[in-house]
């Protein structure tokens, strides 16, 4: 299980692992060795991952880091006292996500670090079974998850972080509780709406505020309307998601290539557009991805939108040995781990937005930016947020980019537009000789 102290990784040699692994971990090493996934140092430092990760990149795993032990890739390792920027990915993603984006920000002059955050990949300390205690994956503690990393290798402080879908709020969270570390921010896909309020001037007779539409009261409309609908976090939140998804009859290469592309721009019937307000009838506006059919899982919900031979041949930004990276690995540690943030960190968990009422006021006061694809309905599904993030929750958002050509998965499908804009962000509000390790 990733949550045992054990080896999680892959070498040739599957035989001398079988003593350290489970046998479920055991099968899924042989599985993937035979079919020459390997990750591995290689004879410069940088890790292979199927032939596909480029050189230069470097795998290794950083222990004692809350509790964890963190697998990361870094690129600009070599020169210390080099600014840092932190990379967190989001679902279902990994550290290898950042891939395309992380040599260029070398070459830019930083240090670029991205980490499997707790729940994914080869990062292990976490639990695994689906009634954890629920804490470790609170925001919080993912915030200290983010400190403890970027501590561990050196630096008081990054020149940025930066977050990609459930990373997004991961890295908003760390720029508002620690603008000391984190000196500046880029949300991704998911944008940061801000810190719940808490009632204000009730005693002297202001009223109190309305309480926000919970994920289960949103369901339960959505469920009324014909064809029945429900939404999608709910769904992740269920026992049966992660079997649905690691299962799915498709073959979990076929499910993680048609999941991809339904939610990129290559589909041309994502055309997203702000939402009037977080009702029924507005949301199931939304394609099923996020608003799915009632009736069905994941695996279902993507396979009509599975792309043709010839889409998959033409789709350069993700090759199929890179969908085999994504299938392998989550074939090795399954969904259930990586789900776990949408149970705690997202929607209305009540000690969730406890903790996060100890910051109510408080902003995002640190240099900001938000990137996001112009067919990337990630920045639409919360009505509202966009706007909050802009006009009150970052006080110096410096810019609000939807890139074209790209949807949900903006830094692997243009990664030169999304590397031009971090760098030009950084270098503009971040002074190298000011962020030494």
């Given at each position: 299980m990733p949550g045992e102290a054990k080896p999680n990784s892959v070498t040739e040699n599957t035989a001398s692992l079988a003593l350290d692994l489970s046998r479920r971990d055991f099968v899924a090493t042989a599985s993937v060795a035979a079919s020459g996934f390997a990750l591995a140092q290689g004879s410069t430092g940088a890790a292979t991952v199927n032939g596909t990760l480029p050189p230069g990149i470097r795998s290794r795993s950083i222990a004692n880091v809350n509790g964890l032990t963190v697998h990361i890739l870094e690129a600009g390792y070599e020169s210390p006292g080099r600014p840092a920027v932190l990379l967190l990915h989001g679902f279902p993603e990994l550290a290898y996500s950042w891939r395309k984006v992380m040599l260029p920000l070398a070459a830019a002059g930083y240090h670029a670090i991205a980490p499997d955050q707790r729940g994914y990949g080869r990062t292990t300390g976490w639990d695994d079974s689906y009634d954890p205690d629920p804490d470790p994956f609170r925001i919080l503690n993912m915030v200290r998850d983010a400190m403890g990393l970027v501590f561990a290798l050196g630096y008081r402080e990054v020149a940025a972080v930066v977050g990609h879908d459930a990373g997004s709020p991961v890295a908003a969270w760390s720029a508002l509780i620690r603008p000391d570390v984190f000196r500046s921010v880029t949300m991704m896909s998911s944008p940061f709406a801000g810190v719940p309020s808490l009632p204000f001037n009730t005693a002297n007779g202001a009223p109190p505020p309305r309480p926000a539409q919970t994920d289960?009261?949103?369901?339960?409309?959505?469920?009324?309307?014909?064809?029945?609908?429900?939404?999608?976090?709910?769904?992740?939140?269920?026992r049966g998601a992660n079997h649905d998804m690691l299962h799915a009859p498709q073959g979990l290469h076929a499910f993680f290539r048609a999941y991809y592309h339904y939610k990129s721009a290559d589909w041309k019937g994502n055309k997203p557009h702000p939402l009037k307000a977080r009702t029924a009838a507005e949301m199931a506006k939304i394609p099923t991805y996020y608003v799915m059919e009632r009736d069905k899982g994941m695996a279902a919900t993507v396979a009509p939108f599975m792309p043709t031979a010839a889409e998959i041949a033409q789709c350069k930004w993700l090759t199929e040995a890179e969908v085999e990276v994504y299938a392998t690995e989550y074939a090795r540690t399954q969904f259930t781990g990586a789900l776990q943030g949408y149970r705690v960190r997202r929607g209305s968990d009540p000690k969730s937005i406890a903790e996060m009422h100890t910051f109510s006021g408080r902003t995002i006061d640190v240099p900001s930016m938000f990137i996001g694809g112009k067919s990337d309905w990630g920045v639409y599904q919360t009505p509202g947020?966009?706007?909050s993030m802009q006009k009150t929750a970052c006080t110096r958002m410096v810019d609000f980019h939807l890139v074209d050509g790209s949807g949900h998965w903006v830094q692997q499908e243009q990664p030169e537009k999304v590397t031009e804009l971090l760098t030009k962000f950084l270098q503009d509000?971040?002074?190298?000789?000011g962020h030494k390790r």
């Open positions: 289960d009261e949103l369901d339960a409309e959505l469920a009324k309307l014909g064809p029945p609908r429900k939404y999608y976090q709910n769904y992740q939140r269920t947020a966009a706007e509000q971040s002074p190298r000789d």
